[in-house]
């Protein structure tokens, strides 16, 4: 089969490799679709991934092809997309369907081959139906909508209420969409640029506030006439954004961080202070799994997509490159501004 197999920085190959051949209890999918992660970016453009060479990806749709021995759960010809989490399913959290936070886990396209191929070989269990209703394309993109989703659940999220969505990348357009499908009162995002911001209006964000405007805290306060938000979500990673989180939230506000920094912050005491006075809770969340496995956000996703309420159009989708040119794809994401949603990579092989 054909492959984009990551040697090491900046050395990503479209090479042929062995067809990997299902186990006992494991199903073969022919991959259609695949999306470049923005946690795959690093993988391969900054030499960040637990192994050398390595096939990435983990966000696909695709088609079950084979299946191993012991197969019951899944067919031949079954249109599925990647569940990409393996956890053991026998430690306590696993036992309490906290499948995110098990230790003993794998995961598809880090710690095993992804789906940068035109086949992957995954556990049953890893594969969730894709609905006929659904394409291909948008089954590349379920696995991200299922994060938003997760936050909301995580946060006991109850429509009425007014919620902030901090950054509007991937997983923040979703988590707005979510908000609106659930009936959030407000909506209100906020990301440097505009453009985003825009894609964010047209997912259902009722307020789209830029950072680049020099009063954007007190636009955002003046939303709620000063009371704040009742939910805080920080899909941006961005330090300087979760600095101010804990100035958005309502007395009573779940404050929600589901990106990651990577450096590290310092809360002066008048911003930290709020959490006391105002009785906030700050949680996070890890993924997109509760049980059962997968959990009820991969139905709800399947249902959304499929009645049409979750919107998963060219807004989110960038764009679409062969698989042959992976290596392009990742060279985009070093000009500053350049990708604007998910890229996904075509791994159907033609001609
Ligand atoms: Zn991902
Ligand atoms: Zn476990």
């Given at each position: 089969?054909?492959?984009?197999?990551?040697?090491?920085?900046?050395?990503?190959?479209?090479?042929?490799?062995?067809?990997?051949?299902?186990?006992?209890?494991?199903?073969?999918?022919?991959?259609?679709?695949?999306?470049?992660?923005?946690?795959?970016?690093?993988?391969?453009?900054?030499?960040?991934?637990?192994?050398?060479?390595?096939?990435?990806?983990?966000?696909?749709?695709?088609?079950?092809?084979?299946?191993?021995?012991?197969?019951?759960?899944?067919?031949?010809?079954?249109?599925?997309?990647?569940?990409?989490?393996?956890?053991?399913?026998?430690?306590?959290?696993?036992?309490?369907?906290?499948?995110?936070?098990?230790?003993?886990?794998?995961?598809?396209?880090?710690?095993?081959?992804?789906?940068?191929?035109?086949?992957?070989?995954?556990?049953?269990?890893?594969?969730?139906?894709?609905?006929?209703?659904?394409?291909?394309?948008?089954?590349?993109?379920?696995?991200?909508?299922?994060?938003?989703?997760?936050?909301?659940?995580?946060?006991?999220?109850?429509?009425g209420k007014d919620?902030?969505?901090?950054?509007?990348?991937?997983?923040?357009?979703?988590?707005?969409?979510?908000?609106?499908?659930?009936?959030?009162?407000?909506?209100?995002?906020?990301?440097?640029?505009?453009?985003?911001?825009?894609?964010?209006?047209?997912?259902?964000?009722?307020?789209?506030?830029?950072?680049?405007?020099?009063?954007?805290?007190?636009?955002?306060?003046?939303?709620?006439?000063?009371?704040?938000?009742?939910?805080?979500?920080?899909?941006s990673g961005s330090?300087?954004?979760?600095?101010?989180?804990?100035?958005?939230?309502?007395?009573?506000?779940?404050?929600?961080?589901?990106?990651?920094?990577?450096?590290?912050?310092?809360?002066?005491?008048?911003?930290?202070?709020?959490?006391?006075?105002?009785?906030?809770?700050?949680?996070?969340?890890?993924?997109?799994?509760?049980?059962?496995?997968?959990?009820?956000?991969?139905?709800?996703?399947?249902?959304?997509?499929?009645?049409?309420s979750l919107v998963?159009?060219?807004?989110?989708?960038?764009?679409?490159?062969?698989?042959?040119?992976?290596?392009?794809?990742?060279?985009?994401?070093?000009?500053?501004?350049?990708?604007?949603?998910?890229?996904?990579?075509?791994?159907?092989?033609?001609?």
């Open positions: 089969m054909y492959a984009a197999v990551t040697y090491g920085t900046d050395d990503i190959r479209f090479e042929t490799c062995d067809t990997p051949v299902p186990g006992p209890g494991e199903v073969r999918v022919k991959v259609k679709f695949s999306g470049i992660c923005g946690s795959d970016v690093p993988r391969v453009n900054k030499g960040a991934a637990h192994m050398y060479p390595m096939i990435f990806g983990h966000e696909f749709s695709g088609v079950v092809d084979a299946v191993g021995e012991g197969v019951t759960a899944r067919s031949v010809g079954d249109r599925v997309v990647g569940v990409p989490l393996v956890p053991c399913l026998d430690c306590p959290d696993c036992a309490r369907g906290d499948y995110a936070l098990c230790t003993r886990y794998s995961f598809i396209g880090s710690r095993r081959q992804g789906s940068f191929a035109e086949y992957i070989v995954l556990p049953q269990k890893n594969v969730f139906p894709l609905d006929p209703g659904i394409s291909f394309e948008k089954g590349a993109l379920f696995e991200p909508a299922t994060i938003g989703l997760h936050a909301l659940f995580h946060t006991d999220f109850r429509g919620a902030v969505v901090i950054g509007c990348g991937t997983v923040g357009l979703f988590t707005i969409q979510w908000l609106r499908i659930m009936g959030a009162r407000r909506i209100a995002a906020v990301n440097r640029s505009r453009e985003k911001l825009k894609l964010a209006g047209k997912m259902g964000a009722s307020d789209l506030i830029s950072t680049l405007d020099e009063d954007y805290m007190e636009q955002l306060a003046a939303l709620t006439g000063g009371r704040g938000f009742d939910y805080v979500f920080d899909a330090e300087e954004m979760m600095q101010q989180d804990f100035l958005l939230g309502a007395n009573k506000a779940k404050i929600c961080m589901i990106g990651t920094p990577a450096r590290d912050m310092t809360f002066p005491p008048r911003i930290w202070k709020k959490i006391n006075w105002r009785e906030m809770s700050v949680t996070g969340t890890w993924m997109s799994y509760s049980a059962p496995f997968p959990g009820p956000e991969w139905e709800m996703t399947s249902a959304c997509l499929k009645n049409g998963c159009d060219d807004a989110v989708i960038d764009r679409v490159l062969p698989l042959k040119d992976a290596a392009d794809a990742f060279a985009l994401y070093k000009i500053p501004g350049e990708i604007k949603g998910r890229v996904l990579l075509n791994c159907e092989i033609t001609g």
